[in-house]
């Protein structure tokens, strides 16, 4: 059984995916939904290498206090953090 490789882009826009889902749901928190855009800017400079990219994005959502945060975008964030943290260049 062969496993399939995912790509460091494919990653990335998996992970724009999700944030973009988070940026566009009314109720998280605007923070949160703030620290979301920000990440999603960051992986869209596509100037940087994916592994700088990947490390700008968890920069951002790591400053995000998970005290009023709703347990769905906790688990997305985690999600998301999980996938960026096995970027690397």
């Known amino acids: 059984m062969a496993s399939a490789k995912v790509s460091a882009e494919d990653k990335i826009k998996?992970?724009?995916?999700?944030?973009?889902?988070?940026?566009?749901?009314?109720?998280?928190p605007r923070?949160?939904?703030?620290?979301?855009a920000m990440a999603l800017t960051y992986l869209r400079d596509t100037r940087l290498s994916p592994g700088v990219r990947a490390a700008n994005a968890i920069g951002a959502l790591d400053e995000v206090s998970q005290a009023n945060m709703p347990l769905?975008?906790?688990t997305k964030i985690w999600q998301v953090l999980s996938m960026l943290e096995t970027i690397k260049d």
């Open 14 to 28: 998996f992970a724009m995916t999700i944030l973009t889902t988070i940026v566009n749901d009314a109720a998280v």
């Open 31 to 36: 923070n949160i939904r703030r620290a979301a």
């Open 72 to 74: 769905h975008a906790r």
